[in-house]
């Protein structure tokens, strides 16, 4: 039965435009502040370590063969094709047209791999409902899918794929990083209140110091040694509380009108400019309180927070702030947003998740905030909580950590359950722990370090996945088939481990819609700033390149490989067509994700997440036409459905 070209065209169209609703919903959940940054990297390991491993292993045992293995090795085959191919128009357009130099590799990274997870897979599960496809096939289509990927993470964290990425960022030095010392004079609280003879309202200006310095420590303690300033970790209890209680005397010493109400003169009026008394104040109001406190509940919730294992600061600190140069070369704070409150550097009063709905909207600072991994020289980013640990000596669990908190906070377990935590780092530390004779060889890094990321969830998903549809008698036991051999069934007549396929089944189906979700919230927080000149001549001719022309390679290579014997164009027209649009899909959205690991929290000029989010953001409007437009193609012309 041959379809007119109209329900061609809708058949095309109607998977796009549910995609793009799931993509709107995550957009618009952005947007409202509902979906943060912090949000959306948690929920992206869930997919990672749970939601997508469920999905591969479901898919795949239930609808891979033994015999299918040719079609394993056609599949890999096509991914080096399409990797190597969208390589080779990233290098030509690097070489040819405007491309900043420090956005060399990411280009190329950002040619190299393609979405190959949640659009293709949303795609065949809408097609499997229409008249071109059975709902088996979609399944069979959703396995190969998920074969695509397996290859790709393979070429990305096991082959150091993304060292692509990394190569583009040069990190300061001792000598031109900015320290600790030097940023004193940039982030005290009350900088505008200046000499202490000067003090409108008779603090003396080593109290103000005082201040200063107790913020300065708490900041200190969160970034973690050589963090953004290389500032050393400090803990709450080398605070003077001296100064502190001082500080609250002198403050608390009147009412606010008789401090309001002191006489200035002229010079002190110059110094605070137009600024409103009422605003002086107010800040006067958030010391005294914050320090306050403070003081006063230093002892209970210090305590409390010790009986729960957590470090006496966490409550009452704030997150990491980052510092910038402006235009005029001052430095500046930037603009960001946390679990704590922003409004004044000495404000230490938590904020609710849902307070932080009225922050203006998150965008590419908050995404290095939350995924960067790096200082300001290239070192790892301390973990606060670990610097936390480690210096607060009054800490009874400090020194009994338990196994399970060994495994959770240790580097290997944050690679295998994150997406971009890996740098050169991760690759030169592997194989530490083994003898030294097996150590001097030069490939021993490189291979333990590709054996560890065989262990992600996804990874190994595929492989059990794998192992076991090609044994008949081991699938046997998951699910029964006509290539399975007859065994004896569970009293419900079903195979004996059929309620591991229900499990994976059931918890794998959230993994593609909140995959799409995730994809519009990261969307929804990239912006164009500036551009490197000439840049967006290379951007559009990429992204032609990866979503008009490749299709053509990919339909001629399915070709290809039926002329050649090795698929049939009507047994295997699933694979035919999962090959093909897997040729014409945008690039990764990962991409954003690495260049955000690996640029510092105060990087003051981020080209490359600059360059990044404009590649991505010219690529999912042309999406809408360009993949329905392959889709037609390949149904009417090539399939002749």
Known sequence: MHETLGNVIWIAVKPIIKIYLIIGVGFGLCKMGILTADATRSISDIVLTVLLPSLSFNKIVGNIEDQDIKFVGIICLTSILIFGTGLGCAYIIKKTLPVPKAWGGGILAGGMFPNISDLPIAYLQTL?????????????????????????????FNLGGFRLIENDFNYKDEESGVRDSEMSSVISPLASIREEDESPIGIHHNDLSSSSSLSGKSRSVVNGEKNGFNSGSVTPSEVNHDQEKNMVTKLGAGDSSSLSNQNLDDSTTEDLGDMPMAAVNNDLHSVQSSIATSVDSQASAGDYNRELGVPAARRTMSQPVAYTEDDNGSMGRRQTYSQYSLNSELALTPVRSLDKRDFPTEGLDDIVREYSNVDQYGGRRASVVASLQNEDASNDQASHVSSLQRIRSSNLTKILTSDATVSKKDIEESGGSLPKCIRKFPL???????????????????????????????????????????????????????????FTSYVGAASVPFGLILLGATLGRLKIKKLYPGFWKSAVLLVFLRQCVMPIFGVLWADRLVKAGWLDREKDEMLLFVMTINWALPTMTTLIYFTASYTPVDCEDPIQMECTAFFLMLQYPLLIVSLPFVVTYYLKVYLKK
């Open 444 to 502: 021993t890094p490189f291979i333990v370090f590709f054996l560890k990321n065989c262990l992600r969830p996804c990874s190994m998903a595929v492989i059990a996945a794998l192992t076991i549809a090609f044994i008949p008698w081991v699938k046997a036991l998951f699910v029964t088939s006509s290539n399975t051999p007859n065994i004896k069934q569970a009293p419900d007549n079903q195979p004996a481990l059929s309620f591991f396929m229900d």
């Open 128 to 156: 499997d409902q229409s008249t071109m496809f059975t709902t088996e096939e979609g399944n069979k289509g959703v396995a190969n899918v998920i074969i695509f990927l397996a290859m790709f993470l393979f070429c990305v």
